[in-house]
């Protein structure tokens, strides 16, 4: 079965040192979007990147890894992702928001008797 509808990607840019009350805060965010009855969230780790303080953080084998780039990727309806970002206010500290307007195609299996 194919479902498709216009949507709203949430990208949160965050450091792997993040927390939220001496936990990842990338944790905190995908439990709070679960909460939120959001339709789903994907943490992705980087393996190189820098951000605003064009600190370079990488986990190639001669370099410290230490502060790696988060992405977390959240995909639902605008009104529902749109709900969702004072949460955000209240977690994020330091980081990048990204909203992009998107065509979502849904897959599910279909269920014959």
Known sequence: MKEEHPALRLSVFI???????????????VRRAREAGLAGATVLRGSEGYGAHSTVHTQRLLDLA???????????????????????????????????????IRYTRSHQS
Do not use: M, N, S
Not at 15 to 29: N, Q
Not at 77 to 89: I, S
């Open 66 to 104: 230490d502060d790696l780039p988060i992405i977390v990727i959240i995909v639902d309806v605008a009104d529902r992702v749109r709900a969702f970002l004072p949460q955000l206010d209240e977690l994020v500290a330091e980081g990048t928001v990204l909203l992009e307007e998107v065509h979502a």
């Open 15 to 29: 450091g792997e040192d993040d927390t939220w009350h001496r936990k990842p805060l990338y944790h905190e965010i």
